[in-house]
């Protein structure tokens, strides 16, 4: 039996026009499944409930007192250390775009007030949940939605001529192939290796407000040949399917990228696509429960790992599809229902726990 749905809700997007994975895949995804309306949060309004995304002016909705406050954070900037330098200026960056209403230089702090004013809160990892339950005794660990990729699933594991790697995420992640650049090279010496990509086309490189790039530029210095596609719920299965192998580089020495969640890493598997990760906590721990150990955290096992798989077209057909089942069984949609509903429950009881 669902909950009482609250009668007025609002939210605090990553985009206006709600095209962020950050608004597609978490609490907008999940407000049209269970039919629960909202409007843009006006920070005036007194609502039943707000969401607030990692996104929002944090500063301004720290100090909101009309409203249950859900505050969404997904990414890991807790466990950014405190002599990062993107983490020292983030503040400041948001203050002199116009992105917050107050100056707050101490970014770390600013999360911490907003999780200690939030009713709830909802994050990505166990790990996650540990850093925030200092601040905020309701948190709540749930993976993003994947559904619009269920009706595609890859069906033919033979290769061709060509060996076709397939990415896909935010271009502010291309960086990210740093980690498997050398990797290539030295396979495309061996093998026809071509690259695929699926993301924005252009982006800013920091903070989503300064510096304005082309993502071919990146793309080009990774790896030849390479092609760029526009990310698009339509688009993404088509290309993904269409390929051998998946690709997931995170430079395991970079805090945030290695306190990512597996969502990349589920996504394709939800389309039966195998995957080779880099050996974050999250992908070891969830290979490890598919017993589908392809995580790598050198070069060599890279190698290794990516030689393995173009060789042998059994191999990568068993990934795909144990990666599938896994996925079936732990990672159902209702299960991610259920999980917000908890998460709006909890944030709901909160008022009369208050009072």
Same mark, same amino acid.
């Given at each position: ?28 995804? &999940? ?21 607030? +995304? ?93 559904? !619009?990729?269920?009706? +595609? ?52 490189? @920091? !903070?989503?407000? @300064? ?6 530029? $990146? ?7 390479? @092609?760029? &596609?526009?990310?698009? $719920? ?69 190698? %290794? !790992?990516? $030689?393995? &798989? ?6 990568? %057909? ?7 089942? &896994? ?29």
């Amino acid at each position: 039996m669902v909950f009482k749905k609250p009668a007025k809700v609002g939210y605090v997007p990553h985009s206006p026009d709600f095209e962020h994975p950050g608004d597609k895949r978490r609490f907008a995804y &999940y407000a049209r499944r269970r039919g629960i309306p909202f409007e843009i949060a006006d920070p005036a309004k007194s609502y039943d409930l707000v969401v607030v +995304t990692q996104n929002a002016d944090l500063g301004l909705w720290v100090r909101h007192a009309k409203s249950r406050i859900i505050f969404d954070l997904p990414d890991s900037y807790l466990s950014v250390a405190r002599t990062d330098p993107k983490g020292l200026l983030r503040g400041l960056a948001k203050y002199v775009g116009g992105k917050t209403r107050y100056l707050q230089l101490d970014y770390w702090k600013t999360l911490q007030d907003i999780c200690r004013r939030a009713d709830a809160v909802a994050c990505s990892t166990e790990a996650q949940r540990r850093d925030i339950l200092p601040f905020c005794r309701s948190v709540h660990p749930i993976l993003d939605f994947h559904m !619009m990729c269920e009706g +595609t699933v890859k069906q033919d594991y033979a290769r061709k001529e060509v060996f076709n790697l397939v990415w896909e995420g935010l271009p502010t992640n291309l960086h990210c192939f740093s980690v498997i650049r050398e990797v290539l090279r030295t396979l495309s010496a061996r093998h026809r290796l071509a690259l695929h990509l699926v993301t924005n086309l252009d982006y800013h490189r @920091y !903070m989503g407000l @300064y510096g304005r790039r082309h993502s071919i530029d $990146e793309v080009r210095r990774i790896f030849q040949p390479a @092609y760029l &596609y526009e990310w698009s $719920e339509t688009f993404l299965p088509v290309i993904a399917t269409a390929c051998d192998l998946a690709v997931i580089p995170l430079p395991l020495d970079n805090p945030l990228a290695c306190a990512k969640p597996s969502n990349k890493l589920l996504l394709f598997w939800r389309m039966g696509v195998p995957a080779v990760t880099s050996a974050t906590p999250a992908y070891l721990a969830t290979m490890s429960e598919a017993r589908l150990p392809m995580a790598c955290r050198t070069e060599d096992e890279w190698l %290794k !790992m990516l $030689e393995h &798989y173009i060789a042998d077209e059994q191999a990568r %057909k068993d990934a795909g599809q144990l990666g599938r089942a &896994y996925v079936q069984q732990h990672s159902s949609e209702e299960a991610a229902l259920l999980a917000w509903d908890r998460l709006l429950e909890a944030a709901l009881a909160s008022k009369a726990t208050d009072a």
